[in-house]
Protein backbone atom coordinates (compact mmCIF):
# COMPACT_ATOMS: atom_id res chain seq x y z
CA UNK A 1 0.00 0.00 0.00
CA UNK A 2 2.66 2.42 0.69
CA UNK A 3 3.79 2.61 -3.38
CA UNK A 4 0.52 3.84 -3.22
CA UNK A 5 0.33 6.83 -1.23
CA UNK A 6 1.43 10.28 -2.32
CA UNK A 7 1.56 12.30 1.40
CA UNK A 8 3.87 14.32 -0.07
CA UNK A 9 2.33 16.07 -2.26
CA UNK A 10 -1.10 16.98 -0.71
CA UNK A 11 -2.58 18.36 -3.71
CA UNK A 12 -2.20 15.16 -5.53
CA UNK A 13 -4.35 12.47 -5.70
CA UNK A 14 -4.11 9.25 -5.65
CA UNK A 15 -6.88 8.03 -7.83
CA UNK A 16 -10.00 9.80 -10.14
CA UNK A 17 -13.12 7.88 -9.33
CA UNK A 18 -15.75 7.98 -12.18
CA UNK A 19 -18.95 6.30 -11.17
CA UNK A 20 -21.26 5.85 -13.95
CA UNK A 21 -25.16 6.69 -12.75
CA UNK A 22 -26.24 2.83 -13.17
CA UNK A 23 -24.16 2.82 -9.36
CA UNK A 24 -26.28 5.03 -7.98
CA UNK A 25 -29.46 2.33 -8.13
CA UNK A 26 -27.77 0.25 -6.13
CA UNK A 27 -27.41 1.22 -2.69
CA UNK A 28 -25.71 -1.42 -1.15
CA UNK A 29 -23.17 -0.81 -3.75
CA UNK A 30 -22.78 2.53 -3.01
CA UNK A 31 -22.20 1.89 0.64
CA UNK A 32 -19.39 -0.44 -0.28
CA UNK A 33 -17.91 1.82 -2.23
CA UNK A 34 -17.97 4.34 0.11
CA UNK A 35 -16.41 2.58 2.92
CA UNK A 36 -13.20 2.20 0.35
CA UNK A 37 -13.00 5.68 -0.63
CA UNK A 38 -13.23 5.78 3.20
CA UNK A 39 -10.00 3.99 4.16
CA UNK A 40 -8.33 5.19 1.27
CA UNK A 41 -8.67 8.59 2.54
CA UNK A 42 -7.94 7.39 5.82
CA UNK A 43 -4.65 6.00 4.50
CA UNK A 44 -3.80 8.89 2.36
CA UNK A 45 -4.44 8.35 -0.58
CA UNK A 46 -6.84 10.93 -1.88
CA UNK A 47 -9.56 10.55 -3.85
CA UNK A 48 -11.55 12.82 -6.56
CA UNK A 49 -14.97 11.75 -7.67
CA UNK A 50 -16.43 12.25 -10.98
CA UNK A 51 -20.27 11.41 -11.81
CA UNK A 52 -22.94 11.43 -14.21
CA UNK A 53 -24.07 9.85 -17.59
CA UNK A 54 -22.98 9.22 -20.55
CA UNK A 55 -23.52 10.64 -23.27
CA UNK A 56 -23.28 9.47 -26.98
CA UNK A 57 -21.97 11.70 -29.04
CA UNK A 58 -25.47 12.27 -31.69
CA UNK A 59 -27.58 12.56 -28.86
CA UNK A 60 -29.39 16.17 -28.55
CA UNK A 61 -30.28 17.70 -25.09
CA UNK A 62 -32.73 19.56 -24.81
CA UNK A 63 -33.61 22.14 -21.97
CA UNK A 64 -35.55 20.24 -19.78
CA UNK A 65 -33.40 17.21 -20.72
CA UNK A 66 -30.67 19.14 -18.71
CA UNK A 67 -32.74 20.45 -15.94
CA UNK A 68 -33.91 16.94 -15.41
CA UNK A 69 -30.18 16.04 -15.32
CA UNK A 70 -28.68 19.05 -12.81
CA UNK A 71 -31.44 17.78 -10.72
CA UNK A 72 -30.52 14.22 -10.41
CA UNK A 73 -26.96 14.82 -10.49
CA UNK A 74 -27.55 17.27 -7.52
CA UNK A 75 -29.27 14.85 -5.63
CA UNK A 76 -26.92 12.04 -5.93
CA UNK A 77 -23.78 14.51 -5.15
CA UNK A 78 -25.83 14.94 -1.49
CA UNK A 79 -26.16 11.22 -1.62
CA UNK A 80 -22.65 10.36 -1.69
CA UNK A 81 -21.73 13.27 0.23
CA UNK A 82 -23.46 11.91 3.06
CA UNK A 83 -22.56 8.87 2.59
CA UNK A 84 -18.89 9.20 2.83
CA UNK A 85 -19.18 11.33 5.49
CA UNK A 86 -21.38 8.05 7.53
CA UNK A 87 -17.84 6.04 6.76
CA UNK A 88 -15.70 8.31 8.39
CA UNK A 89 -14.66 11.10 4.86
CA UNK A 90 -14.74 14.63 4.65
CA UNK A 91 -16.05 14.98 1.28
CA UNK A 92 -17.80 18.71 -0.45
CA UNK A 93 -20.24 19.05 -3.23
CA UNK A 94 -18.76 21.18 -6.15
CA UNK A 95 -21.84 22.28 -7.85
CA UNK A 96 -22.38 23.92 -10.66
CA UNK A 97 -21.32 28.06 -11.11
CA UNK A 98 -17.98 27.70 -9.60
CA UNK A 99 -16.49 27.60 -12.98
CA UNK A 100 -14.66 23.86 -12.73
CA UNK A 101 -15.75 22.87 -15.82
CA UNK A 102 -15.69 25.37 -18.85
CA UNK A 103 -17.24 24.29 -21.68
CA UNK A 104 -18.75 25.02 -25.33
CA UNK A 105 -21.62 24.76 -27.19
CA UNK A 106 -21.96 21.75 -29.54
CA UNK A 107 -23.53 24.35 -32.27
CA UNK A 108 -24.56 20.89 -34.32
CA UNK A 109 -26.92 20.47 -32.39
CA UNK A 110 -30.86 21.70 -32.45
CA UNK A 111 -31.31 22.39 -29.11
CA UNK A 112 -27.80 23.41 -27.80
CA UNK A 113 -27.60 21.80 -24.16
CA UNK A 114 -24.78 19.52 -25.24
CA UNK A 115 -21.50 20.81 -24.28
CA UNK A 116 -17.69 19.94 -24.84
CA UNK A 117 -15.33 20.45 -22.35
CA UNK A 118 -12.41 22.71 -23.01
CA UNK A 119 -10.78 23.05 -19.74
CA UNK A 120 -10.75 22.05 -15.92
CA UNK A 121 -10.17 24.19 -13.63
CA UNK A 122 -8.49 22.43 -11.12
CA UNK A 123 -7.89 25.51 -8.15
CA UNK A 124 -11.52 24.32 -6.12
CA UNK A 125 -10.63 20.65 -6.37
CA UNK A 126 -6.92 21.38 -5.42
CA UNK A 127 -8.23 23.39 -1.97
CA UNK A 128 -10.74 20.56 -1.67
CA UNK A 129 -7.50 18.12 -1.22
CA UNK A 130 -5.40 20.95 0.77
CA UNK A 131 -8.60 20.16 3.95
CA UNK A 132 -8.46 16.85 3.20
CA UNK A 133 -11.93 16.80 1.37
CA UNK A 134 -12.88 14.69 -1.08
CA UNK A 135 -14.65 16.95 -4.36
CA UNK A 136 -17.21 15.54 -5.47
CA UNK A 137 -18.07 16.94 -9.11
CA UNK A 138 -20.66 15.78 -11.55
CA UNK A 139 -20.38 16.56 -15.34
CA UNK A 140 -22.69 19.47 -16.04
CA UNK A 141 -20.15 21.94 -17.32
CA UNK A 142 -20.85 25.98 -17.95
CA UNK A 143 -19.81 28.38 -21.12
CA UNK A 144 -17.56 31.42 -20.75
CA UNK A 145 -20.71 33.50 -21.22
CA UNK A 146 -22.72 31.34 -17.87
CA UNK A 147 -24.64 28.95 -19.89
CA UNK A 148 -24.96 25.23 -18.73
CA UNK A 149 -23.90 22.52 -20.75
CA UNK A 150 -24.35 18.73 -20.79
CA UNK A 151 -21.11 16.92 -20.73
CA UNK A 152 -20.31 13.14 -20.89
CA UNK A 153 -19.07 12.05 -17.78
CA UNK A 154 -16.75 9.72 -18.84
CA UNK A 155 -14.74 12.38 -21.15
CA UNK A 156 -15.32 14.50 -17.90
CA UNK A 157 -13.32 12.45 -15.88
CA UNK A 158 -10.82 11.36 -18.17
CA UNK A 159 -10.33 15.86 -18.70
CA UNK A 160 -9.67 15.60 -15.31
CA UNK A 161 -7.37 13.14 -14.49
CA UNK A 162 -5.08 14.58 -17.35
CA UNK A 163 -5.02 17.60 -15.40
CA UNK A 164 -4.07 16.18 -11.86
CA UNK A 165 -2.47 12.94 -12.78
CA UNK A 166 -3.53 10.78 -10.41
CA UNK A 167 -1.59 6.97 -10.16
CA UNK A 168 -4.83 5.13 -10.87
CA UNK A 169 -8.32 6.11 -12.84
CA UNK A 170 -11.15 4.19 -11.76
CA UNK A 171 -14.28 4.06 -14.00
CA UNK A 172 -16.58 1.97 -11.76
CA UNK A 173 -19.97 0.45 -12.64
CA UNK A 174 -22.20 -3.02 -11.60
CA UNK A 175 -20.76 -4.93 -13.86
CA UNK A 176 -17.26 -5.58 -13.58
CA UNK A 177 -14.63 -5.17 -15.97
CA UNK A 178 -14.75 -6.15 -20.09
CA UNK A 179 -15.41 -9.70 -20.34
CA UNK A 180 -14.44 -12.29 -23.44
CA UNK A 181 -16.79 -13.82 -25.72
CA UNK A 182 -17.14 -16.79 -23.40
CA UNK A 183 -17.84 -13.97 -20.56
CA UNK A 184 -14.55 -13.94 -18.90
CA UNK A 185 -12.96 -10.60 -17.37
CA UNK A 186 -9.83 -9.63 -19.11
CA UNK A 187 -7.82 -8.73 -15.86
CA UNK A 188 -5.19 -6.67 -17.86
CA UNK A 189 -4.66 -5.12 -21.41
CA UNK A 190 -1.38 -3.71 -21.64
CA UNK A 191 -0.58 -0.82 -24.17
CA UNK A 192 0.31 -0.54 -27.02
CA UNK A 193 0.60 -3.92 -27.73
CA UNK A 194 -2.52 -5.69 -27.08
CA UNK A 195 -4.96 -2.92 -28.13
CA UNK A 196 -4.76 -3.93 -32.08
CA UNK A 197 -5.39 -7.72 -31.05
CA UNK A 198 -8.20 -6.29 -28.64
CA UNK A 199 -10.42 -3.90 -30.96
CA UNK A 200 -10.27 -7.23 -33.60
CA UNK A 201 -12.60 -9.46 -31.48
CA UNK A 202 -16.39 -9.90 -32.40
CA UNK A 203 -17.62 -8.54 -28.78
CA UNK A 204 -15.89 -5.31 -29.58
CA UNK A 205 -18.67 -3.06 -30.35
CA UNK A 206 -18.41 0.61 -31.54
CA UNK A 207 -19.20 1.79 -28.10
CA UNK A 208 -16.48 -0.42 -26.67
CA UNK A 209 -14.19 0.60 -29.17
CA UNK A 210 -14.29 4.41 -28.48
CA UNK A 211 -13.94 3.57 -24.78
CA UNK A 212 -10.71 1.29 -25.58
CA UNK A 213 -9.15 4.12 -27.94
CA UNK A 214 -9.91 7.22 -25.48
CA UNK A 215 -7.80 5.36 -22.35
CA UNK A 216 -5.51 4.70 -24.67
CA UNK A 217 -5.61 8.70 -25.28
CA UNK A 218 -5.20 8.82 -21.57
CA UNK A 219 -2.63 6.82 -20.47
CA UNK A 220 -0.52 8.26 -23.26
CA UNK A 221 -1.10 11.67 -21.12
CA UNK A 222 -0.57 9.94 -17.84
CA UNK A 223 2.82 9.77 -15.88
CA UNK A 224 4.26 6.12 -16.93
CA UNK A 225 2.88 4.58 -13.53
CA UNK A 226 -0.54 5.36 -13.93
CA UNK A 227 -2.99 3.43 -14.84
CA UNK A 228 -7.35 2.51 -15.51
CA UNK A 229 -9.56 -0.11 -13.98
CA UNK A 230 -12.46 -0.66 -15.05
CA UNK A 231 -14.50 -2.47 -12.34
CA UNK A 232 -17.63 -2.95 -9.90
CA UNK A 233 -18.03 -0.21 -7.69
CA UNK A 234 -18.35 -2.94 -4.75
CA UNK A 235 -14.85 -4.33 -5.36
CA UNK A 236 -12.48 -1.16 -5.07
CA UNK A 237 -10.07 -2.22 -2.54
CA UNK A 238 -9.82 -5.97 -3.95
CA UNK A 239 -9.06 -4.45 -7.17
CA UNK A 240 -6.41 -2.04 -5.38
CA UNK A 241 -4.65 -4.29 -2.99
CA UNK A 242 -5.35 -7.86 -3.92
CA UNK A 243 -5.89 -10.00 -6.93
CA UNK A 244 -9.21 -10.91 -6.62
CA UNK A 245 -10.61 -8.18 -8.13
CA UNK A 246 -13.43 -8.36 -10.83
CA UNK A 247 -11.76 -5.54 -13.30
CA UNK A 248 -9.63 -4.97 -16.27
CA UNK A 249 -6.58 -2.93 -15.63
CA UNK A 250 -4.95 -1.00 -18.70
CA UNK A 251 -1.71 0.01 -18.38
CA UNK A 252 0.97 1.35 -20.58
CA UNK A 253 4.08 -0.84 -21.17
CA UNK A 254 7.15 -1.25 -23.34
CA UNK A 255 6.73 -3.33 -26.30
CA UNK A 256 8.50 -6.83 -26.33
CA UNK A 257 10.16 -7.45 -29.31
CA UNK A 258 12.16 -10.77 -30.12
CA UNK A 259 15.07 -11.39 -31.35
CA UNK A 260 17.40 -14.90 -32.74
CA UNK A 261 20.74 -13.45 -32.18
CA UNK A 262 22.11 -10.36 -30.69
CA UNK A 263 22.86 -8.67 -34.25
CA UNK A 264 20.21 -6.23 -33.61
CA UNK A 265 20.82 -6.20 -30.13
CA UNK A 266 22.85 -2.87 -28.06
CA UNK A 267 25.15 -5.22 -25.52
CA UNK A 268 25.82 -2.15 -23.99
CA UNK A 269 22.36 -1.50 -22.89
CA UNK A 270 21.47 -5.27 -22.04
CA UNK A 271 24.48 -5.60 -19.66
CA UNK A 272 23.31 -2.66 -17.97
CA UNK A 273 20.14 -3.59 -18.16
CA UNK A 274 21.14 -7.13 -16.53
CA UNK A 275 23.24 -5.66 -14.18
CA UNK A 276 20.53 -3.37 -12.98
CA UNK A 277 17.70 -6.14 -12.78
CA UNK A 278 20.08 -8.46 -10.65
CA UNK A 279 22.36 -6.06 -8.95
CA UNK A 280 25.44 -8.06 -9.83
CA UNK A 281 27.95 -7.70 -12.63
CA UNK A 282 27.99 -9.94 -15.17
CA UNK A 283 31.04 -12.20 -16.35
CA UNK A 284 32.65 -10.31 -19.18
CA UNK A 285 32.60 -13.54 -21.19
CA UNK A 286 28.62 -13.61 -20.90
CA UNK A 287 27.61 -12.98 -24.26
CA UNK A 288 30.37 -14.78 -25.90
CA UNK A 289 29.32 -18.24 -23.88
CA UNK A 290 25.31 -17.99 -24.36
CA UNK A 291 25.42 -16.80 -28.46
CA UNK A 292 25.63 -19.98 -29.58
CA UNK A 293 22.56 -21.30 -27.96
CA UNK A 294 20.27 -18.43 -27.54
CA UNK A 295 16.87 -19.99 -28.88
CA UNK A 296 14.85 -16.82 -28.19
CA UNK A 297 16.00 -12.96 -26.91
CA UNK A 298 13.04 -10.81 -25.01
CA UNK A 299 14.15 -7.50 -24.95
CA UNK A 300 11.60 -4.51 -24.15
CA UNK A 301 11.81 -1.38 -26.53
CA UNK A 302 13.41 0.81 -23.97
CA UNK A 303 15.74 -1.96 -22.63
CA UNK A 304 13.73 -2.68 -19.21
CA UNK A 305 13.26 -6.16 -19.31
CA UNK A 306 14.52 -8.99 -20.64
CA UNK A 307 14.66 -12.95 -21.02
CA UNK A 308 16.87 -14.86 -22.29
CA UNK A 309 15.77 -18.57 -23.43
CA UNK A 310 18.66 -20.79 -24.72
CA UNK A 311 18.62 -25.00 -26.33
CA UNK A 312 20.96 -26.42 -24.02
CA UNK A 313 23.39 -28.84 -25.78
CA UNK A 314 21.68 -32.62 -25.60
CA UNK A 315 19.00 -31.44 -23.22
CA UNK A 316 15.37 -31.37 -25.33
CA UNK A 317 13.82 -28.87 -22.62
CA UNK A 318 14.29 -24.80 -23.38
CA UNK A 319 16.09 -23.57 -20.60
CA UNK A 320 15.87 -19.67 -19.47
CA UNK A 321 19.39 -18.51 -18.86
CA UNK A 322 17.95 -14.95 -17.77
CA UNK A 323 14.60 -13.20 -16.86
CA UNK A 324 14.96 -9.81 -15.47
CA UNK A 325 13.27 -6.25 -15.28
CA UNK A 326 14.69 -2.79 -14.48
CA UNK A 327 13.52 -1.69 -10.66
CA UNK A 328 11.45 1.39 -12.07
CA UNK A 329 9.40 -0.67 -14.13
CA UNK A 330 8.97 -3.50 -11.42
CA UNK A 331 5.27 -3.47 -10.39
CA UNK A 332 3.95 -2.36 -13.41
CA UNK A 333 3.16 -5.21 -14.99
CA UNK A 334 6.11 -5.58 -17.27
CA UNK A 335 7.29 -8.82 -15.79
CA UNK A 336 4.00 -10.69 -16.07
CA UNK A 337 3.44 -9.55 -19.82
CA UNK A 338 7.04 -10.79 -20.34
CA UNK A 339 6.51 -14.15 -18.44
CA UNK A 340 2.99 -13.97 -20.39
CA UNK A 341 4.98 -14.04 -24.05
CA UNK A 342 7.48 -16.66 -22.75
CA UNK A 343 5.01 -18.84 -21.34
CA UNK A 344 2.93 -18.92 -24.82
CA UNK A 345 5.84 -19.65 -27.14
CA UNK A 346 7.11 -22.56 -25.28
CA UNK A 347 5.47 -25.71 -23.37
CA UNK A 348 8.18 -26.71 -21.35
CA UNK A 349 10.63 -24.77 -19.73
CA UNK A 350 13.12 -25.16 -16.85
CA UNK A 351 15.40 -22.18 -14.99
CA UNK A 352 17.31 -22.08 -11.82
CA UNK A 353 17.35 -19.30 -9.54
CA UNK A 354 19.37 -18.44 -6.45
CA UNK A 355 18.14 -19.69 -3.04
CA UNK A 356 17.89 -16.03 -1.61
CA UNK A 357 16.59 -14.57 -4.57
CA UNK A 358 13.51 -12.31 -3.87
CA UNK A 359 11.95 -13.11 -6.89
CA UNK A 360 11.51 -16.60 -5.62
CA UNK A 361 7.88 -16.86 -4.67
CA UNK A 362 7.08 -15.32 -8.16
CA UNK A 363 8.59 -18.28 -9.74
CA UNK A 364 7.40 -21.06 -7.49
CA UNK A 365 3.40 -19.94 -8.30
CA UNK A 366 4.25 -19.96 -11.92
CA UNK A 367 6.26 -23.64 -11.98
CA UNK A 368 5.06 -26.67 -11.93
CA UNK A 369 8.28 -28.41 -9.52
CA UNK A 370 10.66 -27.22 -8.19
CA UNK A 371 14.19 -28.61 -6.72
CA UNK A 372 16.56 -27.35 -3.94
CA UNK A 373 20.20 -28.26 -2.80
CA UNK A 374 20.26 -25.05 -0.42
CA UNK A 375 22.45 -22.57 -3.11
CA UNK A 376 19.99 -22.95 -6.01
CA UNK A 377 16.53 -23.67 -7.08
CA UNK A 378 15.87 -25.83 -10.23
CA UNK A 379 12.08 -24.85 -11.49
CA UNK A 380 9.88 -26.19 -14.32
CA UNK A 381 6.69 -26.83 -15.94
CA UNK A 382 5.16 -28.91 -18.98
CA UNK A 383 6.98 -32.30 -18.10
CA UNK A 384 5.27 -34.77 -19.42
CA UNK A 385 7.85 -37.47 -17.84
CA UNK A 386 8.71 -36.98 -14.14
CA UNK A 387 11.81 -38.85 -14.46
CA UNK A 388 12.99 -36.03 -17.01
CA UNK A 389 13.39 -33.65 -13.80
CA UNK A 390 16.28 -35.49 -12.51
CA UNK A 391 18.46 -35.01 -16.01
CA UNK A 392 17.33 -30.62 -15.80
CA UNK A 393 18.63 -30.45 -12.32
CA UNK A 394 21.46 -32.30 -13.30
CA UNK A 395 22.16 -29.42 -16.24
CA UNK A 396 21.01 -26.50 -14.72
CA UNK A 397 23.44 -27.25 -11.37
CA UNK A 398 26.11 -27.92 -13.92
CA UNK A 399 26.20 -24.14 -15.66
CA UNK A 400 28.98 -21.80 -14.95
CA UNK A 401 27.87 -18.58 -12.95
CA UNK A 402 26.48 -16.14 -14.83
CA UNK A 403 28.24 -13.09 -12.40
CA UNK A 404 31.35 -12.38 -10.77
CA UNK A 405 31.90 -13.72 -7.21
CA UNK A 406 29.29 -13.06 -4.34
CA UNK A 407 31.76 -10.25 -2.57
CA UNK A 408 31.47 -8.07 -5.68
CA UNK A 409 27.95 -8.27 -6.48
CA UNK A 410 27.14 -4.26 -5.57
CA UNK A 411 30.15 -2.61 -7.45
CA UNK A 412 29.08 0.16 -10.29
CA UNK A 413 28.58 -1.84 -13.85
CA UNK A 414 31.47 -0.98 -16.50
CA UNK A 415 30.52 -1.22 -20.42
CA UNK A 416 30.76 -3.89 -21.91
CA UNK A 417 33.17 -4.83 -24.69
Known amino acids: MKQFQRSTDPLKPFCVVLIEDDVFKRPDMLSHLCSGLSFLQRNEMKSVIVHGERIPSCEDISLDKLQESRNTFVRNSMILVNMLEAHGAKARPLFTGNNILVAEKLHQCRFGMLGQLKEVNTNLIKWCLGSNHIPVIYSIGESVQGQLLDLDCLSTAQRVAEELEPIKVLQLNTNGGIQSADNQ ?21 EE ?14 LPNQSSVVITSADTLLQELFTHHGSGTMFKNTERIHTYKNYDDVDLNRLYHLITRSFHRRLRAEYF ?13 ENYNAVAVITKEAGIEVPYMDKFGVSS ?18 YQTLFWRSRHTNAINPWY ?8 SNGKWIVFWYGLSDPKLSYELVEHALSLPESFVSEADHLIEAEDYH
Open 328 to 345: QNQGQGTAEMLWQMVRQD
Open 185 to 205: VIKQVNMPSDLDGLLAQSWCN
Open 208 to 221: MTERIYSISRLLDR
Open 364 to 371: FKRSEGSW
Open 288 to 300: SQVINNIDTLYLS
